[in-house]
């Protein structure tokens, strides 16, 4: 069955060090994958996908099949960063076409 | 742009009464979502629309949840009655089409507490 796992509920480093959210997902089609981002006191909004392959506010992740991984990484962590990260994978088959979350892991940086 | 509109950002019942939360997508926007967020979770869907036709309600709780999206615009997402379970965060979600489904834009959520 399709699902996606973040074993980290939370993830608190300090300012500067670098951070690793991790992200695995079970789908047997071909993954569509994506973080999602939620600031405090703001909505839900796509941080990036794994399909453009781009960098946004300094963060990455990269799709690895063979490990069924999507982490999402940044060298250097900033106060601003801290929020909410969803993972998520996009699921199609039949009628459905829908993103799965996983369960979110707090990202809190400390000054 | 506003982005997309949801209605009430709150609201407190007790049991057994009824509810309905309203949305407002973003302008163009065929595709729109309603998810279900608990404590704790991601957001789970509930019933996806392209324009007017539900074409993906399987994991609608038919017995008590019903929504419609007439016109092909807003949407409505009700509950009756409500129970206790219920309580939780539901969010309203646009994208251009189906095509566009791993970009969403979501609302701000309603969260129901149910007493």
């Known amino acids: 069955a399709q699902r996606v796992t973040q074993p980290e509920k939370l993830l608190s480093v300090f300012k500067g060090a670098p951070v690793e959210l991790k992200c695995n997902y079970s789908y047997s089609g071909s993954p569509e994958l994506f973080w999602y981002v939620q600031y405090s006191r703001q909505r839900l909004q796509l941080l990036l996908r794994?399909?453009s392959r781009e960098s946004i506010k300094g963060f990455t992740a990269d799709l690895n099949k063979g490990e069924t991984s999507f982490h999402l990484k940044k060298p250097f962590a900033q106060e601003e960063d801290s929020a909410m990260y969803y993972c998520a994978l996009r699921y199609y088959g039949g009628a459905t076409n829908k993103l799965i979350f996983g369960t979110g892991t707090l990202l809190a940086v400390q000054p | 742009e506003a982005g997309v509109v949801q209605s009430p950002r709150y609201k407190i019942i007790e049991k057994k009464q009824p509810v309905a939360f309203w949305c407002n997508p973003i302008?163009?926007?065929?595709?729109l979502y309603w998810y279900l967020q608990n404590l704790g979770q991601g957001p789970e869907l509930l019933i996806r629309?392209?324009?007017?036709?539900?074409?993906?309600d399987s994991q609608l709780p038919k017995d008590r949840f019903s929504a419609e999206r007439l016109k092909g615009v807003d949407s409505t997402l009700k509950i009756q009655p409500a129970e206790l379970g219920d309580s939780a965060v539901y969010l309203c979600?646009?994208?251009?089409?189906?095509?566009?489904?791993?970009?969403?834009?979501f609302g701000e959520g309603s969260r129901l507490t149910v007493l």
């Open positions: 794994h399909i």
């Open positions: 979600a646009s994208s251009l089409n189906r095509e566009y489904t791993g970009e969403l834009f």
């Open positions: 302008s163009g926007h065929n595709t």
């Open positions: 629309y392209e324009n007017e036709e539900a074409v993906d």
